[in-house]
């Protein structure tokens, strides 16, 4: 234990042993937990924050504020050890736990944690590549970019979320999309092995021998913590990597998304992907949002006319392109370090997902237009978006759907509101959560089914386990039976609980 830490650990908690409630240290006491006790059970390089610090300001900083956790104490653990005598500690006590390694998981249920621990897994970063140049063992609080810039730098890739701040395992144990899913499937099909500490801090090396190994896949933040994992790394295929991106206005829409459906469907190849988005930009429309629409292809150094023409008939207002490698991509669609996406700037972050298999334009009409006069009707949701992810699914697709706890494999598309405002009570809360709702109905209208699929790691929180996990009977009883078996009291259950 770093010797700052642990000294003002054990000066406050001894401090703390004997305040009441009603003193003014009480808001720096965190009532229950004896720091010097969880300290010493600790390695060395294992840390603890209390509310006020500089440290537990960094660890509890979240990408939305809206149903935050609530945080006693944040531990830090130095070695994988450490998390599962974190839990023992917290079983111990009748404390709730929660963790976090990036910060992103925006889903409210993870605001039902009072009064608990934290556990930030950022020192658990390591990527370390096998003799034989096929898997990696890759810490437990890793970051995409981490992962990506390692592996790249040794000739290797691996899927990884296409946002670099964000940890791998987080999306992974939800599926994970990623830019390279069309050749090798989610993050969830790179895991060849899971090290995880479960609900009664027990370790298990969960693999294909593991009756968890299929839940991991697609549910795992209901069954246990990653600290460290090994999983499939392949060759790179191609180094190089281009764009192509339209600003489109608001009147291009059914032109727009109905040549998305023609040129780039859920079958475009492996090497092909488009996203486009929603935005307000008044220095080209004051008074509507345009969208902005991004074609992506490996192996080139321009992309491709065929797949660019028919988006140039349509008319953009604007054009960009540019070649470069991989490691461009998530500055290029804006999710890189840097971008806006990385920010953690005291804004709520509200999603509303749903997965479809092609674009209905009466739909995409309908919620341009109800995004439209909401976001400028109320400008504190004016720097929303609207995403539409289109990647690759040859992957994905090879999978079979019965294999693993991801449920939504032969759907094409992912999109979801992004709604963001800054914090300003219950009602703009309220207006916020029913636009995103509002919009998401209008797209399930459209897909003509009565299953809604929801895409876990965005979900808002409000949806079904059904439309989180799928709406087979064996896959619900599946998971019941698991979770029973694995956390009967429920210690994992902040995060698109199973129960």
């Keep these: 234990m770093e010797i700052v830490a642990a000294m003002a650990s054990w000066g406050l908690s001894s401090t703390c042993q004997n305040v009441p409630g009603s003193s003014w240290l009480g808001a720096l006491c965190p009532r229950g937990i004896d720091t010097s006790d969880l300290s010493s059970r600790l390695s060395s390089a294992a840390q603890v924050y209390l509310p006020g610090s500089d440290g537990y300001a960094r660890a509890t900083t979240r990408w939305s ?32 736990f929660l963790v976090q390694s990036g910060g992103h998981g925006a889903i409210t249920t993870v605001g039902k944690m009072q009064d608990g621990i934290e556990i930030w897994m ?6 370390n590549i096998s003799d034989d140049g096929n898997t990696a063992v890759v810490g437990g609080g890793t970051l995409s970019k981490t992962v990506t810039d390692t592996l790249w730098a040794a000739g290797k890739q691996t899927v990884t979320g296409g946002c670099e701040c964000t940890s791998i395992f987080g999306p992974g144990l939800g599926g994970g999309h990623g830019f390279l899913q069309g050749r090798h499937g989610l993050i969830s099909d790179q895991f060849v092995s899971l090290n995880m500490v479960l609900a009664d801090g027990t370790t298990q090396t969960v693999d294909e021998n593991s009756d968890l190994w299929w839940a991991v896949r697609g549910a795992g933040h209901n069954f246990g913590i990653v600290t460290s994992a090994t999983v499939k790394i392949h060759d790179i295929q191609h180094r190089d990597w281009a764009y192509t991106s339209f600003v489109f206005t608001g009147d291009k829409v059914e032109d727009l998304y109905d040549t998305i459906n023609k040129h780039l469907p859920g ?44 988006f140039q008939k349509l008319g953009p207002v604007a054009t960009d392109a540019a070649g470069g490698s991989y490691t461009d991509l998530p500055a290029w669609t804006g999710n890189g370090n840097e971008s806006p996406p990385c920010q953690k700037a005291g804004l709520v972050n509200l999603r509303f997902p749903i997965d479809v298999e092609s674009y209905n334009i009466a739909a995409q009409r309908k919620v341009y237009d109800l995004f439209a006069s909401a976001t400028q009707q109320n400008t504190a949701l004016n720097n929303s978006l609207f995403l ?27 999109l979801s509101p992004l709604i963001t405002y800054a914090p300003a009570g219950s009602d703009l809360d309220e207006a916020a959560a029913k636009l995103g709702n509002d919009l998401r109905q209008i797209l399930h209208e459209g897909t003509g089914r009565s299953e809604l699929h929801t895409y876990v790691n965005y979900a808002f929180g409000d949806e079904k386990r059904e439309n ?31 129960a």
């Design 65 to 96: 504020n809206l149903d935050a956790p609530g945080v006693k104490v944040t531990v830090v653990p130095g070695v994988e050890e450490d998390v599962a005598e974190i839990v023992k500690y917290a079983n111990g006590k009748n404390l709730p």
């Design 388 to 414: 539409f992810e289109g990647y690759s699914t040859q992957g994905v697709r090879a999978v079979p759907e019965e294999t693993t706890a991801y449920p939504f494999r032969s759907d094409s598309l992912l």
């Design 267 to 310: 079958t475009q190849p492996v090497d092909v992907l488009n996203y486009s988005f929603f935005f307000n930009y008044p220095d080209i429309d004051p008074t509507k949002p345009v969208i902005m629409f991004y074609i992506l292809q490996e192996g080139v150094t321009a992309v491709d006319p065929t797949y660019t023409a028919p």
């Design 468 to 498: 989180w996990y799928g709406y087979e009977t064996w896959r619900q009883e599946r998971l019941l039976a698991l979770k029973n078996k694995y956390d009967p009291k429920r210690k994992f259950s902040f995060y698109a609980p199973i």
């Design 122 to 127: 950022n020192q658990l970063s390591s990527v």
